[in-house]
């Protein structure tokens, strides 16, 4: 499996959406992700194609964080399900990463439900640490949301 991460286009979109429908239980709707879009001096989402899946490569999943000053923040991370378990997430996390310290951000910042291990285990192994909980953060269910950071992008 070959994958190409690359900032998403317009043209993506429909197959973000379908990830993020899959993914998640109170889904960002389109016109969230078009600010997204139109929010470039912050916002950045980058895309993971599988080049040697098909032509054109489907879009496996997505990234979407803003660096403001010297802080990154990690909005969305999804992954087809398709395609988890493969290392299509770390990958999108490591560029996303990257891409921020080429910006200026010094430390990132992220929430994840308090039940979500794998998700957690993932930040870990980036350097992520939990730094406090959110209290109810999530519905659909109510649940706490781990604030994990890291320092020295």
């Not at 429909?14 to 078009?34: C, G, H, L, N």
């Not at 912050?42 to 010297?70: F, H, K, M």
């Not at 398709?82 to 992220?110: D, Q």
Request: proline share 5%; with cysteine.
């Amino acid at each position: 499996m070959t994958l190409l991460i690359e900032p998403i286009r317009r043209e993506d979109l429909p197959e973000v959406m379908a990830i993020e429908v899959a993914a998640f239980a109170r889904p960002w709707t389109q016109e969230m992700f078009e600010n997204e879009l139109a929010r470039g001096d912050i916002s950045e989402i980058l895309i993971a194609r599988l080049s040697d899946a098909a032509d054109p490569p489907p879009v496996a999943g997505y990234i979407c964080a803003w660096v403001v000053g010297e802080e990154m923040h990690i909005n969305n991370i999804a992954v087809d399900p398709r395609w988890r378990r493969r290392g299509i997430a770390g990958a999108l996390l490591e560029a996303a990463l990257g891409r921020g310290r080429i910006r200026g951000a010094r430390r990132a910042f992220l929430e994840v439900r308090a039940s979500n291990r794998a998700a957690q285990s993932l930040y870990r192994r980036f350097g992520f640490q939990a730094a406090g909980v959110r209290k109810r953060y999530y519905d659909h269910p109510i649940e706490d949301a781990v604030i994990m950071r890291r320092e020295g992008l």
